[in-house]
């Protein structure tokens, strides 16, 4: 009974992400639980005061400003305020983002599941239950929580549509996309991306009929956007959003990067210079400050670069036996990486499994570029997707044993047949 049981149930891909959901559930619950019964309460942020007060006002006044916050995080915003405008209590809305963050699980599984296997569809589930990259930004009344799952459910409605060619998970993979655009910045950067892989995907005569087919509906369309665009710039309807922008550029480049900044805070890893101020480049500012700082501004991008991988990386210790398993333990994930990505190359799927690394990509340049910081909060929507290229590596590791000791027991079980008498 219970082995028939076994052999209906074993290719059923809910029995193995369920428990991984369970265990997700567990820990960010526990934590949650945790911070609320230790006295500490919910760890405070001003963005996150900022939020809750714009989340506020926007449900007693419907009213959005046209600042870069305000327009930027509109997706977010909304969100937000329609929460609050439901449950009322922020800690309510606390519990939602924390049991949304904790079922990603079943979609990191689920998009592991459809690029490569199920073997790393369960790793990267399990080494995604409990990291503390995550974990750590569901507690906060922050857009980062809500936007990794967003973006997680994003790209697993694309992968659906791909592979099934259903309507239904086209719409759904859109209106995903659209949402992303307008709930936080790093959206804009994301779908970007997303268009690079469906360009990298899709035959060049499909394209071309595609936009043969409906050359009208979008040449219409960016008319449309064009003369509405200029419509809102000639009438300074847009006055408040580039003010707000250059002012936050300006803020990136005199309190960031001319100071020598890697993270968003100072540290003992910073590169300390002389930054040159000549705006006399096109009278831009940030073209002027780019230009004249060149040499200074790519040490602090290769700073970021090293600094991208964790903290650890200004700490290793190879003088102790403790520090050098402290270091294995660290690189280790870099190492199944570039395993990993050998591996898709070698074995061919690399061109489909390609928006993982896309991803991480585009998290990665954006951390580059603006900073990178203190508890890398803006590296945290990569982390799903570098949890499924690590679990790819390991799956191929665990494929090689496997495969070695296949091939050596069977060379011992020949010998002995052949030597047998």
């Known amino acids: 009974m219970l082995l028939q049981l076994y052999h ?48 506020q006002n926007l449900i007693a006044t419907f009213s ?18 329609l929460l609050l405008a439901i449950v009322k209590d922020p800690l309510i809305v606390m519990y939602i983002q924390v049991v949304t963050a904790a079922l990603s699980v079943i979609l990191v599984y689920k998009i592991a599941r459809i690029l490569f296997n199920r073997t790393t569809a369960i790793l990267a589930g399990y080494f995604f239950h409990d990291l503390w990259d995550i974990t750590l930004w569901t507690v906060y009344v922050l857009a980062d929580s809500f936007f990794i799952s967003l973006l997680l459910l994003c790209v697993y409605f694309l992968l659906q549509f791909k592979d099934t060619g259903k309507k239904a998970y086209k719409i759904l993979f859109i209106v995903s996309a659209i949402y992303m655009l307008v709930f936080k910045p790093t959206g804009i950067v994301m779908v970007m991306f997303i268009a690079i892989y469906l360009l990298l995907n899709t035959h060049r005569e499909t394209i071309f009929t595609f936009l043969k087919k409906h050359r009208l509906a979008i040449g219409g369309s960016l008319t449309i956007l064009i003369i509405a665009s200029l419509s809102l710039y000639l009438g300074h309807k847009l006055d408040p959003l580039i003010t707000s922008m250059q002012f936050n550029a300006k803020k990136v480049l005199y309190n960031i990067y001319a100071k020598g900044w890697i993270y968003d805070k100072p540290s003992n890893y910073d590169h300390f210079f002389r930054p040159d101020y000549t705006i006399n480049i096109f009278n831009s500012l940030i073209l002027s400050f780019l230009i004249h700082n060149w040499d200074h501004i790519l040490v602090i991008y290769a700073r970021r670069a090293l600094a991208f991988l964790g903290r650890w990386v200004w700490d290793i210790d190879l003088h102790s036996k403790r520090g050098i398993v402290k270091f294995a333990d660290n690189l280790m994930p870099s190492l199944l990486f570039i395993l990993s990505t050998v591996s898709a190359f070698k074995t061919g799927t690399f061109r489909k499994a390609s928006i993982l690394w896309l991803i991480v990509l585009a998290i990665f340049i954006f951390c580059i570029v603006f900073f990178i910081d203190g508890l890398y909060r803006y590296r945290a929507p990569a982390i799903p997707f570098i949890v499924i290229i690590v679990g790819y590596g390991a799956e191929r590791i665990i494929y090689a044993a496997i495969y070695m000791i296949k091939k050596y027991t069977g060379k011992l079980l020949w010998k002995k047949k052949k030597y047998s008498l």
Do not use: C, T
């Open 64 to 81: 959005i400003g046209h600042e870069m916050n305000d327009l930027m995080y509109i997706g977010f915003n909304v969100l937000l305020a």
């Open 8 to 55: 209906k149930l074993k290719d059923r891909d809910f029995i193995y992400y369920i428990p991984l959901a369970l265990l997700s559930l567990d820990v960010r619950l526990r934590y949650l639980l945790y911070l609320l019964s230790s006295g500490k309460g919910l760890p405070y942020s001003e963005d996150a005061q900022w939020y809750i007060d714009y989340a």
